[in-house]
């Protein structure tokens, strides 16, 4: 994931513009940085930084995207919470008709208060599901439990056999496929905490048919995120299209296929088509089902959102030790940890549009007491000084869902922007907000 340096595309052009326009909703104005219709600058001053801000209508595209790429076939898209779990994007897209991926007794909540009517298509992922999580599910009826190991299975008969609620499952599993991506989010490898073996899983399936409390209704495979080429999606799901058949001779009744997530976007400033993408992978995820006709289940997350959505800080500070120069800004690793998690590169471009072609080389980072801290080093980026105001693009996915309050920072506020009009979704934090659960 981490990608090469490049220059931000508003230093290398003459007439400076955004990279890949298409591809995000922000671009200049009258010299200003927008999302959409509105000003960064004015929201810097309203609400003040550091802030998120995303698109609403950009949201939408992508998720209509899916929907027009997969139209010839019976599926669901369920939106993976975790790329982004506020209420209000989560209600826009349940509003559309999504269904989510959920991980946590906590996301079943979030989708519960966003878009209740949104539940019956919620699929409920991940290794480590407690008992009281999966109450919360069976009773709230959601659409399938992808199960990631035998004991979790046992756990589900027992849980459903108590509750008196019958379970639909899917093990998830895993097809020993080799996708390209940063090693701490590659899911679909033998050597990986994630999914059941695919040559064990016949023989679970066979198993679990001796509960009635347990309803193999599906499978399900997830092969890692930030996957960019397609081929491996469509390895995966040949794989588990050829144990669909087997399943079904064993006498399962077989009806969802859930592909998982995991398709990539472009972090860097070069040409980016997010449709041509979706079909691709589009096409890709057919070829691998061949002529199966069960309901199609795709979990994205990433590709729906982070591109929708910057982070938009203000310079503090600008400071030169020996041969280096770093640009120190009010957000910092615990407001977007990509960049210091995966050594991920993020676009900073400012919000004020350089008139000129002056540039500095520098490391941009946060105040956090870490060398860790840091946005982008050693990039070029223009003449900023302190007081100035710069965006960090495609923020909107594993930004504030993976932000946290070291340093006792307070995280930022949430705005989404509809059009020309803006929508406060998350205030800022207060410190009232932060010990607010401790205890003297
Ligand atoms: N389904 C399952 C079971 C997953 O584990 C994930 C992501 C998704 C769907 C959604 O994947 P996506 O479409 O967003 O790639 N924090 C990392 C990404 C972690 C992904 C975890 N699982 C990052 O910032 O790059």
Redesign the pocket.
Known sequence: ?SRRKRAPAVLKKKTAAVPTVAARPFAYRNRTLHCDGVSLASLAEQHGTPLYIYSASQITERFQLFQKSFASRSHTVCY?V??NSSLAILRLLGKQGAGF?I?SGGELERVRKAHKPALKKVVF?GVGKQAWEIDAALKADILQF?VESEMELDLLAARAEALGIRARFALRVNPDVFAET?PY?S?GLSEHKFGIDIKIARALYRRAAKSKWLDASGISV?IG??IRKVDPFAAALERVTALVALLRRDGHDIRYIDA?????IDYSDAPFDPAHQVERYAAALFKGLGDEQAHLLL?????LVAQAGALLTRVLVLKKNGSKTFVITDAAMNDLI?PAL?H?HHEIVPVRQPTGKASITADIVGPVCESGDFFARDRAIANVKPGDLVALLDAG??GMS?SSNYNSRSRPAEILVEGTTTKLIRRRETMRDQLGPEVL
Not at 299 to 303: A, L, T
């Open positions: 994931m993976a975790k790329a991926d991980v992922s992808n940063h989010i899911t997830h995120s930030q998982g997530g995991g398709l990539g979990e994205p997350g990433r590709f990509r995966y991920a996915a594993y993976l």
